[in-house]
């Protein structure tokens, strides 16, 4: 039952995630000619994960993503089948916020400024997959090293994790849009890909392969520069401090008990 409400709150985070932050795309539109479109995308996205961080983070840690889940896995902080709950529950979500943002611009006769319901694609590299696996392999590097060290147990960052971490999504949406849309999530490529089709379909495997890359040199790396957890020395000794404090016994003086028994 644990792991069921687990994967609902990853499959609404999703949802949330393509649904605000792809639909701001299709209504700002991305390209060079509109700068600001990069700023109000990249904020879209960010902000998403500030408030389903406080929302559903306490729930399942509000990964919200495949390669975010494949850091946490590596790292030891969830089981294999956990990872596959939310892997599926991450692509649902996806699929879901796609096929609403669908019927929302098609019924209203909207403009898709995107073209492809914000799907990701190598336009930006000039159709180059090498470029595009390397701008998303070192964008999500980054995404997930942040993730793993604000979440990390031996530091103490408080509640401001939350806004790290969408701040963090923000900026590699700001340098990452004009080269490849940045994807850094798989099931955030994969929901419009799926119902845009073309283009945005034959280049998918370079937005599901990088993450997951990146993800998994990101964990591994993190790990080693962490290192393993020093156990704590509970010492049973006393200090001098509490030795000093303790009362000090008196000698029973023997000629004294003599004299009374005289």
């Known amino acids: ?13 999703t949802f949330v995630l393509v649904l605000l932050g792809c639909g701001t795309a299709m209504l700002v539109g991305c390209d060079s000619a509109n700068g600001c479109g990069y700023v109000l995308t990249a904020l879209a996205f960010g902000l998403v994960i500030v408030g389903m961080a406080y929302c559903i983070g306490n729930i399942s840690g509000c990964h919200i993503n495949p390669a975010v889940s494949l850091g946490v896995l590596i790292n030891g902080g969830m089981t294999f089948t956990d990872f596959v709950g939310y892997v599926v529950s ?44 390397i701008v998303e392999i070192v964008l999500t590097f980054i995404f997930v090293m942040t993730i793993l060290g604000v979440t990390s147990k031996k530091a103490n960052h408080g509640s401001f994790g939350g806004l790290i971490i969408g701040l963090t999504l923000t900026l590699v949406h700001i340098f990452g849009i004009g080269l490849t849309g940045t994807s850094v999530n798989p099931a955030r490529s994969l929901g419009p890909a799926l119902v845009a089709g073309g283009d945005a379909l034959s280049d998918l495997w370079v937005f599901i392969i990088g993450p ?19 156990p704590i020395k509970v010492s049973t ?21 003599k004299k009374k028994k005289k």
């Open 1 to 13: 039952m644990e792991s069921i409400k687990k994967y609902v709150a990853e499959v609404i985070g």
């Open 90 to 133: 991450q692509c649902v979500g996806a699929i879901a916020g796609t096929g609403v943002l669908k019927l929302i611009f098609d019924l209203g006769s909207v403009e898709d400024k995107t073209g492809g319901y914000g799907a990701n694609g190598l336009a930006g590299v000039n159709g180059s997959s090498g470029a595009g696996l």
């Open 212 to 230: 997951f890359i990146g993800a998994a040199l990101a964990a591994v790396v993190y790990k080693a520069l962490e290192g393993p957890s020093k």
């Open 237 to 257: 000794e006393k200090t001098v401090s509490e030795k000093t404090s303790s009362p000090v016994k008196k000698p029973i003086n023997a000629n004294h008990n």
